[in-house]
Nanobody, 123 residues
């Protein structure tokens, strides 16, 4: 079992930055690909970014490419999502997920999820 806890969300003005953290316990995250997803009110959960187990493969959604950066710190068993140049459309609850199978961009591949952290970018 892997327990995931997201943190770092908040209210930020358009153009600002936030860094989200996904801290794991129970097992080391190096055994898992870790993805970030987000869900806005009334919408489905959508893919944001994913990093492979070896860090050799990273994918981003087109909507965040060039603005967001995913990374991991194995010493802290944590994966980060650095979000820059934030826009109102980035407002959502952000979730991290872990899976043993690879750099999946669909939610049904993920075995473990955190509880989410809210990001609000006022228009």
């Amino acid at each position: 079992q892997v327990q995931l806890v997201e943190s770092g969300g908040g209210l930020v003005q358009a153009g600002g930055s936030l860094r989200l953290s996904c801290a794991a316990s129970g097992r080391t995250l190096t055994s898992y690909a870790v993805g970030w997803f987000r869900q806005a009110p009334g919408k489905e959960r959508e893919f944001v970014a994913v990093i492979s187990r070896s860090d050799s493969t990273i994918y981003y959604a087109d909507s965040v490419k060039g603005r967001f950066n995913i990374s991991r710190d194995n010493s802290k068993n944590t994966v980060y999502l650095q979000m820059d140049t934030l826009k109102p459309d980035d407002s959502a609850v952000y979730y991290c997920g872990a899976n043993r199978f690879g750099t999946a961009t669909t939610t049904n591949t993920y075995e473990y999820w955190g509880q989410g952290t809210s990001v609000t970018v006022p228009s």
